[in-house]
């Protein structure tokens, strides 16, 4: 088995680079269309990470929707819905939000050694604290997510999320949904924050596929070497 899974990191952004403006409520990215091919892609993975910051403001479900690819997937030995990760530095999640009321699978949290001692019992019976060590290391996690039998993770942010796994090097694939218009707000969040990135202009990414979703453009890249 690798020493981390296959990772797929999955984002929806303006023109102009912003995942969300600044405005209370959630800025809608994306399509009915495009959700359905998302579905999909999530059908195809064995988990999905969101950070904290995702749980607390979003309160995703992080399900399989379709039925069928539901049905798919028992048939093909799996569980309906992907197991839910998400990754916390604070340990501020609540344990009725709907990533860890929803869903059957198993739900994990990853924390530095400090927070894991300290969130396990406030999450007792409803998801599994796993020290990810001190500091936190996303090899911790990812080694830890493949001992579990993961070989598929989809990533799907927020922007700390997105920019934590790419100045890493531990993305293999890229899906970039990119929406006709622009934000233009400086105090709005984006797509990647500030770091140093693998992916350079003299190690750029290789554009894999193009598809049109109505007015949406999906770009699929392959990051660095990756792999299957």
Same mark, same amino acid.
């Given at each position: 088995?690798?020493? #981390?899974?296959?990772?797929?990191?999955?984002?929806?952004?303006?023109?102009?680079? /912003?995942?969300?403006?600044?405005?209370?409520?959630?800025?809608?990215?994306?399509?009915?269309?495009?959700?359905? =091919?998302?579905?999909?892609?999530?059908?195809?993975?064995?988990?999905?990470?969101?950070?904290? $910051?995702?749980?607390?403001?979003?309160?995703?479900?992080?399900?399989?929707?379709? &039925? =069928? =690819?539901?049905?798919?997937?028992?048939? #093909?030995?799996?569980?309906?819905?992907?197991?839910?990760?998400?990754?916390?530095?604070?340990?501020?999640?609540?344990? *009725?939000?709907? +990533? @860890?009321?929803? !869903? &059957?699978?198993?739900?994990?949290? /990853?924390?530095?050694?400090?927070?894991?001692?300290?969130?396990?019992? #406030?999450?007792?019976?409803?998801?599994?604290?796993?020290?990810?060590?001190?500091? +936190?290391?996303?090899?911790?996690?990812? *080694?830890?997510?493949? *001992?579990? *039998?993961?070989?598929?993770?989809?990533?799907?942010?927020? $922007? !700390?999320?997105?920019?934590? +796994?790419?100045?890493?090097?531990?993305?293999?694939?890229?899906?970039?949904?990119?929406?006709? @218009? @622009?934000? !233009?707000?400086?105090?709005?969040?984006? +797509?990647?924050?500030?770091?140093?990135?693998?992916?350079?202009?003299? #190690?750029?990414?290789?554009?894999? &596929?193009?598809?049109?979703?109505?007015?949406?453009?999906?770009?699929? /890249?392959?990051?660095? $070497?990756?792999?299957?």
């Amino acid at each position: 088995m690798s020493d #981390r899974p296959y990772v797929l990191l999955s984002c929806a952004m303006s023109a102009d680079g /912003y995942i969300d403006d600044a405005s209370p409520e959630r800025l809608r990215l994306s399509s009915a269309a495009d959700w359905d =091919r998302v579905d999909s892609v999530r059908a195809s993975c064995d988990a999905i990470l969101v950070g904290a $910051g995702t749980v607390r403001a979003d309160d995703p479900r992080l399900l399989v929707k379709s &039925e =069928r =690819r539901r049905e798919r997937r028992a048939e #093909r030995g799996l569980p309906p819905d992907l197991t839910k990760v998400t990754l916390t530095w604070s340990g501020d999640l609540d344990p *009725g939000s709907r +990533f @860890f009321t929803t !869903g &059957e699978s198993p739900k994990l949290v /990853y924390a530095p050694s400090g927070t894991a001692a300290e969130l396990a019992p #406030r999450l007792d019976g409803v998801a599994e604290v796993v020290d990810a060590g001190d500091p +936190f290391t996303l090899a911790a996690m990812l *080694g830890d997510l493949a *001992g579990r *039998g993961v070989r598929r993770l989809m990533v799907e942010g927020g $922007g !700390g999320v997105h920019t934590l +796994f790419l100045t890493d090097g531990a993305v293999d694939e890229l899906h970039l949904v990119v929406a006709p @218009f @622009f934000i !233009g707000d400086p105090s709005a969040p984006r +797509f990647v924050q500030s770091g140093v990135f693998p992916q350079s202009p003299e #190690r750029p990414m290789r554009l894999a &596929e193009v598809t049109r979703i109505g007015d949406l453009a999906l770009l699929r /890249y392959l990051v660095g $070497g990756a792999r299957g």
